[in-house]
Each structure stands twice: as C-alpha cells, then as structure tokens.
C-alpha cells in the first residue's frame, strides 16, 4: 500500500485552514531534496507557517509540498517531501499530528529477506485456551 502521509497532510491542512486555524509543518531540513531557505533551520528542522494568507501557489501531492514564501521579507521558492514533513498542528492550540522519522534508503529500493528466518507458513498459528471479551464503559 501507498504511505499514509501525504493523505494525512493534506486532511490535517484541510480541516486546520477550516477551522480558522494557522497550519505549520514541522520539516526536518537535512532531508535529501528539501529546500528551504538557509539559516531558518534550527537543530536541522525548521517550523514552515503554510497558511493561505503566508503561501502562494501551494501544491500537495503524493511526492512533495511545494509552495512560495518570504522570510525576512525575501521571497523563496520551497520543496518539502512528503518524507521530511515531520508534523502538521494548528499554531492556535497544538491540534495535529506528529510523524515518525522516515529514513531514506541509500539507493536501495527493497529490504534483502534475511535468510535466517524460517519461511513463512500458510495459515498463522490458532491461539489456545477459551476466547474472553471485557465490557469497557
């Protein structure tokens, strides 16, 4: 299946400019690809204000967010893989969502299966002993 994140980006992005609400994304700015402005990263993340009225032509797909923006007054052109994007919260109240870390593979597509584990067998085990269920109120 298809990575999770650039849905729940553009769902947070959404629902946080619907609720009147400024978006920020928290970008990790050592990630291979990103750019952004130099000397705005702090501790190799940088927190990018990716409001309506902060951005222009902002464009979310599966691969990256890209948009313009001005820091200290000088406008910028911004690319942030989706891969980099570490969180996006409201500024108001915190609301939003924190990712995990997504480390880029070094030109490797695919993990190597690793030969010491047995090989996988058709049905998984069945559980032993009676079934119980708990009412949670």
Known sequence: MNSSRPYLVRALYEWIV???CTPHM???AEYPSVQVPQGFANDGQIVLNVSPAAVRHLHMD????SFEGRFGGVPHTLYVPIASILGIYARENGQGMV???EVPLDGEDELEPDDDLPPPDDEPPRPSGRPSLKVVK
């Open 18 to 20: 619907d609720n009147d």
């Open 26 to 28: 928290l970008v990790n």
């Open 62 to 65: 599966n691969d990256a967010v």
């Open 99 to 101: 990712f995990e870390l």
